[in-house]
T-cell receptor
Framework: QKEVEQDPGPLSVPEGAIVSLNCTYS??????FMWYRQYSRKGPELLMY????GNKEDGRFTAQVDKSSKYISLFIRDSQPSDSATYLC???????????FGAGTRLFVKA | SQTIHQWPATLVQPVGSPLSLECTVE??????LYWYRQAAGRGLQLLFY??????ISSEVPQNLSASRPQDRQFILSSKKLLLSDSGFYLC?????????????FGPGTRLTVT
């Protein structure tokens, strides 16, 4: 079993839709949970991070962590064509060096 | 501000040839440095990480090696490339210490081994 599972998609939605991206994990020691966005042929860039359980909102983006279910989500409201990218979840134990990444979900937002 | 550079951007090499990819970071001192490989649909595979000059940890046994000759320079090498070495290679850095270890990625090198 992989430490982090993420559906690779692709996921195609119309402009303005609410997008839900998800990851599950097996290591209960993970404390920091991150979402990276990667445009085609570019390096990933950090979009959001959360510590432990709960929600965090930043504009159109909401990150949600449910540690009891070992499940994290990223919601994108009012999706735009510019949101088309691969979204990678990532997580790390406190004080650790090694970040574990999901496989990434490819998202297409159609105008 | 900090910037990370990688070169070359693309590379086509024959099987059995050597490899050298370079990564440099500007605007920070004593960063943690990382090399990843990204294959289609497989996410990011951590290859090496370094917490200081000359300190290299390998995550995956393979024909690749890494070196850190200077504080902000990280080099990925191979003596003889295999077809399976093809992929998108990403260098990243993060701050040292505890807390959220956000990683900042370079633009990547797309390697095709023919």
């Amino acid at each position: 079993q992989k430490e982090v599972e993420q559906d690779p998609g692709p996921l195609s939605v119309p402009e303005g839709a609410i997008v839900s991206l998800n990851c599950t994990y097996s290591n209960s020691a993970f404390q920091y949970f991150m979402w990276y966005r990667q445009y085609s042929r570019k390096g990933p860039e950090l979009l959001m991070y959360t510590y432990s359980s709960g929600n965090k909102e930043d504009g159109r983006f909401t990150a949600q962590v449910d540690k009891s279910s070992k499940y994290i989500s990223l919601f994108i409201r009012d999706s735009q064509p510019s949101d088309s990218a691969t979204y990678l979840c990532a997580m790390i134990v406190t004080g650790g060096f090694k970040t574990i990444f999901g496989a990434g979900t490819r998202l297409f937002v159609k105008a | 501000s900090q910037t990370i550079h990688q070169w070359p951007a693309t590379l086509v090499q024959p099987v059995g040839s050597p490899l050298s990819l370079e990564c440099t970071v500007e605007g920070t001192s004593n960063p943690n440095l990382y090399w990843y490989r990204q294959a289609a649909g497989r996410g990011l595979q951590l290859l090496f990480y370094s917490v200081g000059i000359g300190q290299i940890s390998s995550e995956v046994p393979q024909n690749l090696s890494a070196s850190r000759p200077q504080d902000r320079q990280f080099i990925l090498s191979s003596k003889k490339l295999l077809l399976s070495d093809s992929g998108f290679y990403l260098c990243a850095w993060s701050l040292t210490g505890t807390g959220v270890t956000e990683q900042y990625f370079g633009p990547g090198t797309r390697l095709t081994v023919t």
